[in-house]
């Protein structure tokens, strides 16, 4: 059955430092994959996707994620993080098919120290 | 890019009551749309997917009867929590499919926040 696992329930990061938010996922072939980021009391804001071709993706707001096929990863990162940045971040993989079904992992929960 | 609503944003209600939640696609015609529940600290449950003009399918364990699902056109879908109690007390967020768009990409509504007393 297809799943998306965000190993990290919550992360604390500097203002500037890097960031990695990591996501596996199990699906039967090759995924549809999304970022979502939500801010409290929000919807959730594409960040970026992967359907196919390149494996390093760009998304909006300097984020970026790289598909690894050989691992089943999809994680997210950015070089220096801002601290409104702060929210909940979802991982998510798209069911191929009529359905267009997305299935969500946990959440990560970003706080971000001055 | 697309956009989606819903309204109300807030609702508060007493228990045994009904209360409506509408999802409008403001700029693109959405054949699909989806109903998410999510309880604090939690991801996104998908409750049931919305057809225009044919009868929403459930996910397992969501009562049919009690979140009933109506996409009567195009743009509009709403979802209709009957005899509502303090345990259906949660944020319902819908999301659309633009079929302009790429594969699978929902938009996402804002959300509303329904408390039953």
């Known amino acids: 059955a297809q799943s998306v696992t965000q190993p990290d329930i919550h992360i604390t990061v500097s203002e500037g430092a890097s960031l990695e938010l990591r996501c596996n996922y199990s699906y039967g072939a090759t995924p549809y994959l999304f970022w979502y980021v939500q801010s409290p009391g929000q919807g959730l804001q594409l960040l970026l996707k992967y359907f196919s071709g390149d494996t390093l993706v760009q998304g909006i707001k300097g984020f970026e994620a790289e598909f690894k096929r050989s691992q089943s990863s999809f994680n997210l990162r950015k070089p220096s993080v801002h601290w409104s940045d702060a929210a909940e971040y979802f991982c998510?993989?798209?069911?191929?098919?009529?359905?267009?079904?997305?299935?969500f992992g946990q959440g990560t929960t970003l706080q971000v120290k001055p | 890019g697309a956009v989606v609503s819903q309204h109300p944003s807030r609702v508060i209600c007493k228990s045994g009551t009904s209360v409506k939640i509408e999802c409008r696609s403001l700029d693109f015609q959405a054949t699909t749309m989806f109903w998410y529940r999510q309880f604090p600290k939690q991801s996104l449950m998908l409750m049931a997917t919305?057809?225009?003009?044919?009868?929403?399918?459930?996910e397992q364990g969501v009562e049919k009867d009690k979140f009933l699902i109506n996409h009567a056109s195009l743009t509009l879908s709403t979802l209709t929590v009957t005899s509502a109690h303090p345990e259906d007390s949660s944020f319902y967020i819908c999301?659309?499919?633009?079929?302009?768009?790429?594969?699978?990409?929902?938009?996402f509504g804002p959300g509303t926040r329904l408390t039953v007393l």
């Open positions: 998510a993989v798209g069911v191929k098919g009529n359905t267009g079904k997305l299935i």
């Open positions: 919305s057809n225009e003009g044919s009868k929403a399918t459930y």
């Open positions: 999301s659309a499919s633009d079929p302009g768009a790429s594969y699978n990409e929902q938009f």
